[in-house]
C-alpha cells in the first residue's frame, strides 16, 4: 500500500493539528511549572526565564515525597495482588475441571455488574471496623480481586496446549507447581500487560484514598494534589502544576513503555 | 462360586466409584483452592457491600452508620420526590449524553488517522494516548487553570477575538459543560488505545480487495471499518456510560458539585450524603438507584452483544 504524497500531507496535517489540541492541557502545565509568578501573572506563554522554584517549593511545603512512596507502595501492593489472584482463577478456569465451575464463572461475571462507587458505604465501614482505615492494607485490599484481570489472563493461558498439561499429569506433577513453572512463565507478555494496567489504575485512584485516609502518613499523591491545590493561594498556579507534573511523571512513562504491549492486551482481553 | 465373582465384581466396581468420587472431590477441592482468595474477597469488598447498602437504604442511621429506625421504603420515597436528588439524576444523564458521543466521536477520529503506516506515526499514537496516564487529580488542576476566569486560556481567547468572558466554573449555566469538556479529554486516552487495537486487528486483505476494486478511502471507513470495528466499538460505548456514571473526581476537584447543583453527579451526592451529611440511609437509598442504572446498562451490554463477545 503506497500513499500519495498529498495523502500523506493530509495525514500528517491531522495528525499533527490533533496531536498539538490534545496535548495542549498538559503542555501549558509543564511550561507554567517552569515560570515564575510573575510570568504567570502577566499572562506569558513560555517562561521569560526558566525555574525550580515551583519543584523545590512543592516538594518543601507538602510530604510530596512521602505521598509519592505511599502511592508507589499502595500501587504496587494492588498490582501484585491482581496479578497472584487473577492468575490463580483463571489457572482454575482453564485448566482444573470441577462441578460447580461454570456457576462460579458466572458469577465472576457478576462481579462486573456492581460498580465499587455504589458500594463505598458499607466498604467504608468494613475497613473502618477493621481498623484498617489509614493503612496501607485498608487502600489496597479491597482491590486485589478483579474479574477483568481473570477474563484477560484466562484469554491467554487458553493459548498453552492442552496437551503440556496432559504431559505434566502423566509425570506427576503437581498443578501448583505447573502453573508455578510452566504457565505463569509461559504467559509473562499477558501478566506485564495486566501488571501495568493495574499499576495505571491504582495509581490514579482518587475515591477510595479520599475516604480511607485522615492523615499524611499513608495519604496518596492523587489527594495530596488535591490538598495543594485547595490550599495555595491562587497567584501559586506554578506551584501546583509543578505538583500536577509530578504526580503523572511515573504513569506516563509507564504507558509509553508499555502502550503497544497494553493496546493489544487491552483489546484481547475486551472483545474475544 | 457364580455368586462370588459377582460379588467380587461389584466390590471392585465400588471400589472404582469411590476412587472416581474421591478424585472428583480433590478436583473440587483444588479448584475452590485456586478460587478461593478471589472469592472472598468478592464476598468481602463486593456481595456482602451490596447486600448492605441495600439493607441500609431501608432504615435511618446514626451518625456513625448504625441503623436505628426501619422505615421501609420512606428514603426512597424522600430521594425520588426531593429536587436536589432528582437535579443530580437530571445532571448525570446529561453528563452521560455529553460525555459518551463525545468521547466515542473523537477516539475513533484519532483511532483512524493514527491507523495509518506512516513515518513517526508512533509518536503519535503515544501523544494520543497520553491522557490515560492523567489522573483525574492531575487532569483537575490543569483544566482548572484554562477554565480560570481571568488567567485562563480560554477566557483570555474570548478577550482576543473581542467576546465576553464566560465563568466557565461558576455560571450555571455552563459549569456541567466544562467539567464534560475536561472529562472527554481525560477519558479519550484509554477508549483511544482500545479502538486503535481493534482497528488493527481487521484483516488487511479486506482493504486490499477493496483497492483493487478501486473503492475510495471514505468507502472503505464506511463499508469496512466501522462495520468490522463494531464489536469494539460496542464495548467502548458501554465502558464510557458506566464510567460517566460513576464519575466523581473531577467534580470533586473542579466544582464540589455547584454551582447551584448544576454538576452533582450522582457519586457526588452518595459521597455527599454519606460522609459529609451523615445520612447513610438515603445515600444507601441513592446507591441503590446507581447499581440498578449499572446492572441494566451491563445486561444490555451481554444481550445485546451477545453474539460478538464470548466468554466460553
Same mark, same amino acid.
Given at each position: 500500500?503506497?500513499?500519495?504524497? &498529498?495523502?500523506?500531507?493530509?495525514?500528517?496535517?491531522?495528525?499533527?493539528? &490533533?496531536?498539538?489540541?490534545?496535548?495542549?492541557?498538559?503542555?501549558?502545565?509543564?511550561?507554567?511549572?517552569?515560570?515564575?509568578?510573575?510570568?504567570?501573572?502577566?499572562?506569558?506563554?513560555?517562561?521569560?526565564?526558566?525555574?525550580?522554584?515551583?519543584?523545590?517549593?512543592?516538594?518543601?511545603?507538602?510530604?510530596?515525597?512521602?505521598?509519592?512512596?505511599?502511592?508507589?507502595?499502595?500501587?504496587?501492593?494492588?498490582?501484585? *495482588?491482581?496479578?497472584?489472584? &487473577?492468575?490463580?482463577?483463571?489457572?482454575?478456569?482453564?485448566?482444573?475441571?470441577?462441578?460447580?465451575?461454570?456457576?462460579?464463572?458466572?458469577?465472576?461475571?457478576?462481579?462486573?455488574?456492581?460498580?465499587?462507587?455504589?458500594?463505598?458505604?458499607?466498604?467504608?465501614?468494613?475497613?473502618?471496623?477493621?481498623?484498617?482505615?489509614?493503612?496501607?492494607?485498608?487502600?489496597?485490599?479491597?482491590?486485589?480481586?478483579?474479574?477483568? *484481570?481473570?477474563?484477560?489472563?484466562?484469554?491467554?493461558?487458553?493459548?498453552?496446549?492442552?496437551?503440556?498439561?496432559?504431559?505434566?499429569?502423566?509425570?506427576?506433577?503437581?498443578?501448583?507447581?505447573?502453573?508455578?513453572?510452566?504457565?505463569?512463565?509461559?504467559?509473562?507478555? &499477558?501478566?506485564?500487560?495486566?501488571?501495568?494496567?493495574?499499576?495505571?489504575?491504582?495509581?490514579?485512584?482518587?475515591?477510595?484514598?479520599?475516604?480511607?485516609?485522615?492523615?499524611?502518613?499513608?495519604?496518596?499523591?492523587?489527594?495530596?494534589?488535591?490538598?495543594?491545590?485547595?490550599?495555595?493561594?491562587?497567584?501559586?498556579?506554578?506551584?501546583?502544576?509543578?505538583?500536577?507534573?509530578?504526580?503523572?511523571?511515573?504513569?506516563?512513562?509507564?504507558?509509553?513503555?508499555?502502550?503497544?504491549?497494553?493496546?493489544?492486551?487491552?483489546?484481547?482481553?475486551?472483545?474475544? | 462360586?457364580?455368586?462370588?465373582?459377582?460379588?467380587?465384581?461389584?466390590?471392585?466396581?465400588?471400589?472404582?466409584?469411590?476412587?472416581?468420587?474421591?478424585?472428583?472431590?480433590? @478436583?473440587?477441592?483444588?479448584?475452590?483452592?485456586?478460587?478461593?482468595?478471589?472469592?472472598?474477597?468478592?464476598?468481602?469488598?463486593?456481595?456482602?457491600?451490596?447486600? @448492605?447498602?441495600?439493607?441500609?437504604?431501608?432504615?435511618?442511621?446514626?451518625?456513625?452508620?448504625?441503623?436505628?429506625?426501619?422505615?421501609?421504603?420512606?428514603?426512597?420515597?424522600?430521594?425520588?420526590?426531593?429536587? =436536589?436528588?432528582?437535579?443530580? #439524576?437530571?445532571?448525570?444523564?446529561?453528563?452521560?449524553?455529553?460525555?459518551?458521543?463525545?468521547? +466515542?466521536?473523537?477516539?475513533?477520529?484519532?483511532?483512524?488517522?493514527?491507523?495509518?503506516?506512516?513515518?513517526? =506515526?508512533?509518536?503519535?499514537?503515544?501523544?494520543?494516548?497520553?491522557?490515560?496516564?492523567?489522573?483525574?487529580?492531575?487532569?483537575?488542576?490543569?483544566?482548572?487553570?484554562?477554565?480560570?476566569?481571568?488567567?485562563?486560556?480560554?477566557?483570555?481567547?474570548?478577550?482576543?477575538?473581542?467576546?465576553?468572558? %464566560?465563568?466557565?466554573?461558576?455560571?450555571?449555566?455552563?459549569?456541567?459543560?466544562?467539567?464534560?469538556?475536561?472529562?472527554?479529554?481525560?477519558?479519550?486516552?484509554?477508549?483511544?488505545? +482500545?479502538?486503535?487495537?481493534?482497528?488493527?486487528?481487521?484483516?488487511?486483505?479486506?482493504?486490499?480487495?477493496?483497492?483493487?476494486?478501486?473503492?475510495?478511502?471514505?468507502?472503505?471507513?464506511?463499508?469496512?471499518? %466501522?462495520?468490522?470495528?463494531?464489536?469494539?466499538?460496542?464495548?467502548? +460505548?458501554?465502558?464510557?456510560?458506566?464510567?460517566?456514571?460513576?464519575?466523581?473526581?473531577? %467534580?470533586?476537584?473542579?466544582?464540589?458539585?455547584?454551582?447551584?447543583?448544576?454538576?452533582?453527579?450522582?457519586?457526588?451526592?452518595?459521597?455527599?450524603?454519606?460522609?459529609?451529611?451523615?445520612?447513610?440511609?438515603?445515600?444507601?437509598?441513592?446507591?441503590?438507584?446507581?447499581?440498578?442504572?449499572?446492572?441494566?446498562?451491563?445486561?444490555?451490554?451481554?444481550? #445485546?452483544?451477545?453474539?460478538?463477545?464470548?466468554?466460553?
Amino acid at each position: 500500500m503506497t500513499m500519495s504524497i &498529498s495523502k500523506k500531507l493530509v495525514f500528517y496535517l491531522l495528525l499533527t493539528v &490533533s496531536a498539538l489540541l490534545l496535548f495542549a492541557p498538559a503542555i501549558v502545565a509543564f511550561l507554567m511549572s517552569f515560570m515564575s509568578s510573575q510570568d504567570i501573572l502577566t499572562g506569558k506563554i513560555l517562561p521569560e526565564t526558566w525555574t525550580l522554584d515551583n519543584y523545590i517549593k512543592a516538594f518543601e511545603r507538602f510530604p510530596l515525597f512521602g505521598y509519592l512512596m505511599n502511592s508507589f507502595i499502595v500501587s504496587l501492593l494492588i498490582t501484585l *495482588g491482581q496479578l497472584l489472584l &487473577s492468575s490463580m482463577a483463571a489457572y482454575a478456569f482453564v485448566f482444573l475441571e470441577f462441578k460447580g465451575r461454570d456457576t462460579l464463572f458466572f458469577i465472576f461475571i457478576a462481579t462486573m455488574m456492581i460498580p465499587f462507587e455504589a458500594s463505598i458505604i458499607p466498604n467504608f465501614q468494613t475497613i473502618r471496623g477493621l481498623d484498617l482505615l489509614n493503612t496501607y492494607t485498608g487502600l489496597s485490599l479491597p482491590f486485589f480481586a478483579v474479574a477483568f *484481570g481473570t477474563f484477560l489472563l484466562r484469554q491467554h493461558f487458553k493459548q498453552i496446549p492442552k496437551e503440556l498439561k496432559e504431559a505434566s499429569e502423566i509425570t506427576g506433577m503437581g498443578d501448583v507447581k505447573f502453573y508455578l513453572t510452566v504457565v505463569l512463565p509461559v504467559a509473562k507478555t &499477558s501478566l506485564v500487560t495486566l501488571g501495568v494496567y493495574g499499576f495505571l489504575t491504582s495509581w490514579n485512584m482518587y475515591l477510595w484514598p479520599l475516604l480511607s485516609t485522615t492523615d499524611d502518613t499513608v495519604r496518596t499523591v492523587q489527594i495530596g494534589l488535591k490538598q495543594l491545590q485547595s490550599q495555595e493561594q491562587l497567584n501559586e498556579w506554578g506551584v501546583i502544576m509543578a505538583g500536577g507534573l509530578i504526580v503523572v511523571l511515573p504513569t506516563l512513562i509507564l504507558l509509553f513503555l508499555g502502550q503497544k504491549k497494553l493496546q493489544k492486551g487491552l483489546t484481547e482481553g475486551a472483545i474475544k | 462360586m457364580k455368586e462370588a465373582v459377582v460379588l467380587q465384581e461389584q466390590y471392585r466396581k465400588i471400589d472404582f466409584l469411590k476412587i472416581k468420587k474421591k478424585q472428583k472431590r480433590i @478436583r473440587f477441592v483444588k479448584g475452590m483452592l485456586f478460587l478461593l482468595p478471589s472469592m472472598i474477597l468478592f464476598s468481602v469488598f463486593l456481595f456482602y457491600p451490596m447486600a @448492605r447498602t441495600l439493607y441500609l437504604s431501608f432504615f435511618l442511621t446514626d451518625n456513625s452508620g448504625a441503623t436505628t429506625v426501619f422505615v421501609g421504603l420512606d428514603n426512597f420515597k424522600n430521594i425520588f420526590t426531593s429536587p =436536589i436528588f432528582l437535579k443530580s #439524576l437530571q445532571s448525570t444523564f446529561l453528563f452521560v449524553l455529553y460525555t459518551v458521543p463525545g468521547t +466515542i466521536v473523537i477516539s475513533l477520529f484519532l483511532a483512524v488517522i493514527a491507523n495509518e503506516k506512516l513515518k513517526g =506515526i508512533s509518536l503519535f499514537r503515544m501523544i494520543f494516548s497520553s491522557t490515560m496516564g492523567i489522573s483525574v487529580a492531575a487532569a483537575s488542576v490543569f483544566w482548572m487553570f484554562l477554565f480560570h476566569p481571568t488567567m485562563g486560556w480560554f477566557n483570555q481567547l474570548l478577550e482576543a477575538v473581542g467576546l465576553e468572558a %464566560i465563568g466557565w466554573l461558576t455560571d450555571p449555566k455552563w459549569a456541567l459543560i466544562s467539567v464534560s469538556i475536561s472529562t472527554i479529554w481525560m477519558n479519550l486516552g484509554f477508549t483511544f488505545l +482500545i479502538l486503535l487495537g481493534g482497528l488493527q486487528s481487521i484483516d488487511s486483505h479486506l482493504y486490499e480487495s477493496a483497492e483493487i476494486d478501486g473503492a475510495s478511502y471514505l468507502y472503505k471507513l464506511r463499508r469496512i471499518t %466501522i462495520p468490522m470495528l463494531s464489536p469494539t466499538l460496542f464495548f467502548v +460505548i458501554t465502558v464510557s456510560f458506566i464510567n460517566a456514571f460513576q464519575t466523581f473526581g473531577q %467534580i470533586d476537584m473542579l466544582t464540589r458539585g455547584g454551582p447551584q447543583n448544576e454538576t452533582n453527579l450522582l457519586v457526588y451526592s452518595i459521597y455527599q450524603e454519606a460522609f459529609e451529611n451523615y445520612q447513610y440511609g438515603t445515600a444507601s437509598a441513592q446507591a441503590v438507584v446507581l447499581f440498578v442504572i449499572i446492572l441494566l446498562m451491563t445486561l444490555l451490554q451481554f444481550k #445485546l452483544g451477545e453474539r460478538k463477545v464470548h466468554y466460553q
